[in-house]
């Protein structure tokens, strides 16, 4: 390796900062990832099993792009390491007709020419009557959807790293991020150490980061809660597809990648504010538990309606959904990912390569105007 290779840190290497030293190790970087905890945690934004991948995305159409790159980028992980990591199970978006997320899926599908089916009330039980679509309701059902397994793939991408050259600090908080002549200092339990350049992907930590003060996030606790199907094996991954409901209950359903439990996410009902993951809590509100049982009892019949399980974590949210990837004048020599606003893993892959061409180059081809920092700074 020559002299002249930059020195890079990446600090927070949880979904988006494991993919990013994954990137730097291929491209012969020398790459040290900062952990307040451990590759594969609980506590991050990507805990509790499973995440889901789709293409046809209601958020815009501007990703698919990114997330087209991204299932590449998921496929060559596990190619490098040997691990499953996306089971492709198909996606339902349902919602009632006109409903603008059925628009934005039926444009990314036609715009991109994604696989796809469009599906009415009676197509859906014939296919899938265990979720029903109601009448005044529409469905599509796009093919390159699926179901991630988001501990895996953190621990694939942390431990790809490494074997590639990247030192990794596990249970080493940096407690502070400074500009200093040589680059960028960091300090940690460990001492201080300077990088020629940094990234930073704190996720549901961010708001601790100094230097990110000024930006508008929040982070929220999203509780899941698992459910015991009354017939395991119509919820099995090679039958039954991921579902995202839109509308005045919406919420989204896993298959069950145990092969016995199916996880839901209710989105229709405000999510609690924390000041950082370290401040989830399991105790579900009457709301949210009343809001479930309503959702299970009329959508999911199949499903006991009492959950068996319950998963609490947070994610970081910018007040207009869509992440902030760039450097910023409060931190120079730091390219800062964050704000995934509860839809960041699918594009992790993609987001750790940005991460290294921002950091190494300053530019990258992927288009991430829609990202910039910019329309949050004065
Ligand atoms: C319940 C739930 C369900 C979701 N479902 C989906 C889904 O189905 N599909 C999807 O695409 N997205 C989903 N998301 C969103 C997605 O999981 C997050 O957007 C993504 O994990 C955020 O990645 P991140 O790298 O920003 O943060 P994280 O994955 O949380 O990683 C941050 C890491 O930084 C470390 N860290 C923080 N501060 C420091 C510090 N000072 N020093 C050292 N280390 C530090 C943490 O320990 C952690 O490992 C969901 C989120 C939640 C919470």
Request: aromatic content about 6%; glycine content about 10%.
């Amino acid at each position: 390796m020559s002299r002249s290779t930059p020195t890079v840190a990446v600090v927070g290497t949880g979904a988006v900062g494991a993919m990013a030293l994954w990137h730097l190790a291929e491209r012969g970087i020398r790459a040290t990832g900062f952990d307040a905890f451990a590759p594969g945690h609980d506590r991050g934004g990507y805990g509790g099993q499973s995440r889901i991948f789709r293409m046809a995305y209601r958020e815009g159409a501007e990703y698919v792009p990114l997330l087209q790159r991204s299932l590449e980028l998921w496929r060559t992980l596990e190619r490098e390491t040997g691990t499953a990591l996306l089971t492709t199970t198909g996606g339902l978006t349902i919602a009632p007709t006109g409903h603008p997320d059925l628009e934005m899926v039926r444009r990314c599908a036609a715009e991109f020419d994604l696989p796809h089916e469009d599906l009415g009330p009676a197509d859906a039980a014939d296919r899938f009557p265990h979720l029903p679509v109601e009448d005044g309701e529409e469905a599509l059902l796009d093919h390159t959807a699926g179901v991630l397994r988001p501990e895996r793939a953190v621990i694939a991408a942390a431990g790809r790293a490494r074997s590639l050259g990247a030192q990794m600090h596990r249970y080493c908080p940096v407690s502070r991020i400074e500009p200093s002549a040589g680059g960028v200092r960091l300090t940690t339990p460990r001492g201080q150490e300077t990088f020629d350049r940094v990234i930073l992907a704190p996720g549901p930590w961010a708001r601790e980061v100094e230097g990110l003060a000024d930006l508008p996030l929040e982070i929220h606790q999203i509780t899941t809660m698992w459910y015991q199907p009354r017939h395991p094996e119509r919820f099995l991954p090679d039958r039954s597809p991921i579902v995202i409901r839109s509308g005045p209950i919406a919420y989204s359903t896993f298959p069950a990648v145990d092969g016995e439990t199916v996880k839901v996410s209710l989105h229709s009902l405000p999510r609690p504010h924390v000041p950082s993951a370290d401040h989830v809590s399991r105790n579900a509100s009457p709301e949210l538990l009343a809001g479930l049982h309503e959702a299970v009892t009329r959508f999911l019949p199949d499903l006991h309606p009492d959950p068996i399980r319950t998963g609490a974590y947070a994610d970081c949210f910018t007040t207009d959904g869509h992440a902030i990837v760039g450097e910023l004048p409060s931190l120079p020599g730091v390219t800062v990912l964050t704000g995934f606003s509860g839809h960041g893993f699918k594009m992790s892959p993609v987001l750790g390569e940005i991460a290294a061409d921002l950091a190494l180059t300053g530019a990258t081809v992927h288009d991430v105007t829609h990202l910039t920092p910019a329309r949050f700074l004065p």
